[in-house]
């Protein structure tokens, strides 16, 4: 069937404008940070070309050097942390528990807390006088001690902490839907050959449920990128730069260090590093639809 | 291979406030095909899961091999089990889903690799053995469901609609598949389904079911030729059985009176004294007969409709009384639709029901 020109024209204008938030925003700030990153800007932007004295500066960075680190552990640690936790959640309430919908809303209500208060939450309960270690002192246990917050060796693993809470409750409904897909009669069939759940989980359950793995995976990867308030509200980057973050460490130099081009050679430094990740990635999936 | 018989005593099984079956009882000889047919929800799966274990009883005993297994776990009751959904493990290769149960039972790899290889060969399956199941047709992934069933050297074979999720040729092809393999292993099976043909030529007797009770248990031939109700009389058969409705009347002979036909029951073999009461008659459209129009016992009707089905023609009438029948004839009849045809009821072919309770007289 082959629209009127009418129709057309009115479909083309109802793109328009997000075709142009397209081009402008996305296409046309990412191409003037990059030029940016190639430049001496400090606090406001300008045209002086210097190649990549910026990414010199930035690999000599010790905050930078800390933030990548601290993003690398935090990565590996929230998105495996975040499916295993999420996935034995969805585990136990797909046992049919009593009160499922009340369980699951609890479990769920995390997610819907935005970064910053989850941040002050954990914040305070991490926090070595107010908090977890306070309260059990005051308990009796007076050798407990649950200070990591305070510490700047361990201070990347409270954002963990925080993170994996806020995030399970999402896996574990993105977990529960695939489980609930799974075929009743599957499980009939491993109780006749005697198979223990576990094992039914482990080798039948979990192989197929890629689909679920690879979705909350994405999901999850996502939020490790734009990791920004939970160090923001939760340690301020500290103790010292214990807990710097990429994202952190670009916006605090566009803001308030002024340093535009550091802060922009930052940015396309994280773009680049998400684009190799992303796009083999990207190019293995198209592949795969070829071969089936 | 051990065949065990299945025992099963004033069963009870309800879910919430349903009760589902009360006080069944079924005794399945061992070596014996044993066919659980009835119409959706009567509750066949219920009975085959809680022979299987895999519903808990309120009630009752089901004995297997002679042991109570009322309590004891699916794979204690020296049970297997096939499903309608195949519910292979997806992401196992053939041999690996036949395997898997004896391996995590611990039996030793060189009798697991003989009992596939046997189940295998016997199924057709060897050249498969190494594809996934997603790579197999409908009827490859039911055949690797039985050799997983088969491998487990089990005293009772269960059956849940295997073959219902199948195209007709297929179903037919792994029927007679299912047949040999009983009459090779002489296993003990018992096979749900809600497929008249399958259980009529499975079957070495029918459980007919409906609303959780047993309505007749009997050999095919039994259940087909002598069905104890009305409900029986009309699940079984395809064409179905045609009822006409009547009286009967005890004169010089026993007769069934509807409008102004009579047909003679002189042969019909009546359950008990038979009384001046309102009845059903039921035939089945194979059983009526052309006739002469001069023959005292004919009925005539008018042909209202001609069904061509191949091997033969159904021929739909309409008594004087306009009650509707069906009847079979050769392929080959010269019958068009407002004829008028004299046919016979023979006493031998009768099944008389009861008006009010539907039990066979
Ligand atoms: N888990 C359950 N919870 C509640 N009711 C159930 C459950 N399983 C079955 N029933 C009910 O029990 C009755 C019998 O179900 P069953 O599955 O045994 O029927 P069936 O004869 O196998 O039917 P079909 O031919 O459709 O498979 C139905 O009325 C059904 O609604
Ligand atoms: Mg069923």
Request: with cysteine; proline share 4%.
């Given at each position: 069937?082959?629209?009127?020109?009418?129709?057309?024209?009115?479909?083309?204008?109802?793109?328009?404008?997000?075709?142009?938030?397209?081009?402008?925003?996305?296409?046309?700030?990412?191409?003037?940070?990059?030029?940016?990153?190639?430049?001496?800007?400090?606090?406001?932007?300008?045209?002086?070309?210097?190649?990549?004295?910026?990414?010199?500066?930035?690999?000599?960075?010790?905050?930078?050097?800390?933030?990548?680190?601290?993003?690398?552990?935090?990565?590996?640690?929230?998105?495996?942390?975040?499916?295993?936790?999420?996935?034995?959640?969805?585990?136990?309430?797909?046992?049919?528990?009593?009160?499922?919908?009340?369980?699951?809303?609890?479990?769920?209500?995390?997610?819907?807390?935005?970064?910053?208060?989850?941040?002050?939450?954990?914040?305070?309960?991490?926090?070595?006088?107010?908090?977890?270690?306070?309260?059990?002192?005051?308990?009796?246990?007076?050798?407990?001690?649950?200070?990591?917050?305070?510490?700047?060796?361990?201070?990347?693993?409270?954002?963990?902490?925080?993170?994996?809470?806020?995030?399970?409750?999402?896996?574990?409904?993105?977990?529960?839907?695939?489980?609930?897909?799974?075929?009743?009669?599957?499980?009939?069939?491993?109780?006749?050959?005697?198979?223990?759940?576990?094992?039914?989980?482990?080798?039948?359950?979990?192989?197929?449920?890629?689909?679920?793995?690879?979705?909350?995976?994405?999901?999850?990867?996502?939020?490790?990128?734009?990791?920004?308030?939970?160090?923001?509200?939760?340690?301020?980057?500290?103790?010292?730069?214990?807990?710097?973050?990429?994202?952190?460490?670009?916006?605090?130099?566009?803001?308030?260090?002024?340093?535009?081009?550091?802060?922009?050679?930052?940015?396309?430094?994280?773009?680049?590093?998400?684009?190799?990740?992303?796009?083999?990635?990207?190019?293995?999936?198209?592949?795969?639809?070829?071969?089936? | 291979?051990?065949?065990?018989?299945?025992?099963?005593?004033?069963?009870?099984?309800?879910?919430?406030?349903?009760?589902?079956?009360?006080?069944?009882?079924?005794?399945?000889?061992?070596?014996?095909?044993?066919?659980?047919?009835?119409?959706?929800?009567?509750?066949?799966?219920?009975?085959?899961?809680?022979?299987?274990?895999?519903?808990?009883?309120?009630?009752?005993?089901?004995?297997?091999?002679?042991?109570?297994?009322?309590?004891?776990?699916?794979?204690?009751?020296?049970?297997?089990?096939?499903?309608?959904?195949?519910?292979?493990?997806?992401?196992?290769?053939?041999?690996?889903?036949?395997?898997?149960?004896?391996?995590?039972?611990?039996?030793?790899?060189?009798?697991?690799?003989?009992?596939?290889?046997?189940?295998?060969?016997?199924?057709?399956?060897?050249?498969?053995?190494?594809?996934?199941?997603?790579?197999?047709?409908?009827?490859?992934?039911?055949?690797?469901?039985?050799?997983?069933?088969?491998?487990?050297?089990?005293?009772?074979?269960?059956?849940?609609?295997?073959?219902?999720?199948?195209?007709?040729?297929?179903?037919?092809?792994?029927?007679?598949?299912?047949?040999?393999?009983?009459?090779?292993?002489?296993?003990?099976?018992?096979?749900?389904?809600?497929?008249?043909?399958?259980?009529?030529?499975?079957?070495?007797?029918?459980?007919?079911?409906?609303?959780?009770?047993?309505?007749?248990?009997?050999?095919?031939?039994?259940?087909?030729?002598?069905?104890?109700?009305?409900?029986?009389?009309?699940?079984?058969?395809?064409?179905?059985?045609?009822?006409?409705?009547?009286?009967?009347?005890?004169?010089?002979?026993?007769?069934?009176?509807?409008?102004?036909?009579?047909?003679?029951?002189?042969?019909?073999?009546?359950?008990?004294?038979?009384?001046?009461?309102?009845?059903?008659?039921?035939?089945?459209?194979?059983?009526?007969?052309?006739?002469?129009?001069?023959?005292?016992?004919?009925?005539s009707a008018r042909v209202e409709?001609?069904?061509?089905?191949?091997?033969?023609?159904?021929?739909?009438c309409r008594l004087a009384?306009?009650?509707?029948?069906?009847?079979?004839?050769?392929?080959?009849?010269?019958?068009?639709v407002g004829d008028t045809l004299?046919?016979?009821?023979?006493?031998?072919?009768?099944?008389?029901?009861?008006?009010?309770?539907?039990?066979?007289?």
């Open positions: 069937m082959r629209l009127s020109l009418n129709s057309r024209l009115s479909a083309i204008s109802a793109l328009l404008p997000a075709l142009l938030v397209m081009l402008v925003v996305y296409i046309g700030a990412t191409s003037w940070t990059v030029w940016m990153s190639l430049t001496n800007s400090r606090m406001l932007p300008n045209n002086n070309f210097v190649g990549l004295r910026q990414y010199e500066m930035l690999l000599g960075n010790d905050r930078w050097i800390t933030s990548v680190h601290n993003i690398v552990i935090y990565g590996l640690l929230f998105v495996s942390l975040a499916l295993l936790v999420g996935f034995l959640l969805a585990v136990a309430i797909d046992q049919r528990v009593r009160a499922e919908d009340t369980i699951r809303s609890i479990f769920l209500y995390p997610y819907s807390m935005s970064f910053v208060v989850t941040g002050l939450v954990w914040q305070w309960l991490l926090n070595p006088t107010l908090g977890i270690q306070h309260v059990l002192r005051s308990w009796g246990f007076e050798g407990a001690t649950f200070d990591w917050i305070v510490r700047p060796e361990t201070a990347i693993y409270c954002l963990v902490i925080a993170g994996v809470w806020q995030a399970s409750g999402l896996v574990m409904a993105i977990m529960l839907a695939g489980l609930r897909g799974v075929d009743d009669e599957i499980w009939k069939a491993a109780r006749v050959d005697g198979l223990p759940k576990w094992r039914v989980y482990v080798s039948i359950i979990i192989p197929m449920m890629g689909a679920s793995f690879a979705t909350a995976a994405v999901l999850l990867s996502t939020g490790v990128v734009r990791l920004y308030d939970l160090s923001v509200a939760m340690t301020n980057g500290g103790p010292g730069i214990a807990s710097e973050v990429p994202a952190k460490f670009v916006m605090d130099h566009l803001f308030e260090r002024a340093n535009i081009g550091l802060a922009t050679a930052a940015a396309t430094t994280m773009l680049i590093t998400v684009i190799a990740v992303v796009a083999p990635y990207l190019y293995w999936r198209a592949r795969k639809g070829e071969v089936r | 291979m051990q065949k065990s018989n299945v025992d099963i005593r004033s069963l009870q099984i309800g879910f919430g406030g349903l009760k589902v079956l009360e006080n069944l009882d079924l005794h399945v000889g061992a070596s014996e095909f044993l066919v659980l047919l009835g119409p959706s929800g009567c509750g066949k799966s219920t009975l085959l899961n809680a022979i299987a274990g895999l519903i808990d009883v309120r009630g009752g005993e089901i004995h297997v091999g002679g042991r109570d297994v009322t309590w004891a776990e699916p794979k204690d009751r020296g049970i297997a089990m096939v499903f309608q959904s195949y519910a292979l493990y997806p992401r196992m290769s053939v041999r690996r889903n036949m395997s898997f149960g004896l391996t995590v039972a611990g039996t030793p790899r060189d009798e697991i690799e003989r009992r596939v290889g046997e189940a295998a060969q016997m199924l057709r399956l060897t050249s498969l053995l190494d594809r996934r199941p997603s790579e197999l047709s409908g009827g490859q992934r039911q055949r690797v469901a039985i050799g997983r069933a088969l491998v487990r050297h089990a005293g009772v074979y269960l059956f849940d609609e295997p073959l219902s999720n199948l195209d007709a040729q297929l179903r037919a092809e792994l029927r007679v598949e299912i047949k040999r393999l009983h009459a090779r292993l002489g296993a003990t099976m018992i096979y749900v389904t809600h497929d008249q043909i399958e259980a009529l030529t499975l079957a070495d007797r029918i459980a007919v079911m409906q609303g959780g009770v047993i309505q007749q248990l009997d050999t095919p031939k039994k259940i087909y030729r002598e069905p104890v109700n009305r409900f029986v009389a009309s699940f079984v058969g395809s064409p179905a059985m045609n009822f006409i409705p009547g009286q009967l009347a005890r004169g010089s002979e026993v007769a069934f009176i509807a409008g102004v036909n009579r047909v003679s029951l002189n042969g019909y073999a009546f359950r008990s004294q038979p009384t001046d009461a309102p009845a059903v008659l039921g035939i089945r459209p194979e059983h009526i007969e052309l006739t002469a129009s001069n023959d005292p016992s004919a009925v409709m001609v069904e061509p089905m191949g091997a033969d023609t159904l021929i739909w009384d306009s009650t509707a029948f069906s009847f079979r004839h050769d392929a080959d009849a010269q019958v068009r004299n046919v016979r009821f023979p006493a031998e072919a009768l099944s008389l029901f009861d008006e009010t309770s539907g039990q066979r007289l």
